[in-house]
Antibody, heavy 123, light 108 residues
């Protein structure tokens, strides 16, 4: 079964750091670009960051650029998000998501999502 | 930055009725638009990609149409499990992904 499982969320003070993990199973992890998408309580979806299958290319939303770092370990089938200098507005459920591919072509959409991990930034 | 505007914010319908949800882009995104369904406490689920292609396992009552700046998600006959929040999403201003603010489909 294709699956993504996030972990690492929790309560952190403003200015603090947290590292999220996303364990992938059931597919060839290194063949897929991956993203982090977040959702503040009662709000809509916001894309945070993406990384290519090899890990050689990374991309960030302006709201997190310079504070968050996305990475992956293809030998461990795991995606990471290092979050530094956290702010109250970073409070959200963080989802990892797989970029949709079909017939060898990559589409700019997400076909597999994890269940999410909650990050709360508060003093 | 391309902004996606969804309308209406809330749509109240009864099971068996037809639902029409709109997503408008601030500039052309060609056909590079996806739709997702999200139920409370759950992750989003991909419904439609490239404006009109149903994802694997999505029932035929869901259909997408449009290109350029105006897109529509249609649910031909609402089932009880279809009441949820729906989001559109694009990536024409690569590498940034953008989501619409969502339409809540509620039972009337």
């Amino acid at each position: 079964e294709v699956q993504l499982l996030e972990s690492g969320g929790g309560l952190v003070q403003p200015g603090g750091s947290l590292r999220l993990s996303c364990a992938a199973s059931g597919f060839t992890f290194s063949s897929y670009a991956m993203s982090w998408v977040r959702q503040a309580p009662g709000k809509g979806l916001e894309w945070v960051s993406a990384i290519s299958g090899s890990g050689g290319s990374t991309y960030y939303a302006d709201s997190v650029k310079g504070r968050f770092t996305i990475s992956r370990d293809n030998s461990k089938n795991t995606l990471y998000l290092q979050m530094n200098s956290l702010r109250a507005e970073d409070t959200a459920v963080y989802y990892c998501a797989r970029e949709f591919r079909n017939g060898g072509y990559s589409y700019d959409a997400f076909d597999i999502w994890g269940q999410g991990t909650m990050v709360t930034v508060s003093s | 930055e391309i902004v996606l505007t969804q309308s209406p914010a809330t749509l109240s319908l009864s099971p068996g009725e037809r639902a029409t949800l709109s997503c408008r882009a601030s500039q052309s995104v060609s056909s590079y638009l996806a739709w997702y369904q999200q139920k409370p406490g759950q992750a989003p689920r991909l419904l439609i990609y490239d404006a009109s292609n149903r994802a694997t396992g999505i029932p035929a009552r869901f259909s997408g149409s449009g290109s350029g700046t105006d897109f529509t998600l249609t649910i031909s006959s609402l089932e009880p499990e279809d009441f949820a929040v729906y989001y559109c999403q694009q990536r024409s201003n690569w590498p940034q992904y953008t989501f619409g603010q969502g339409t809540k489909l509620e039972i009337k």
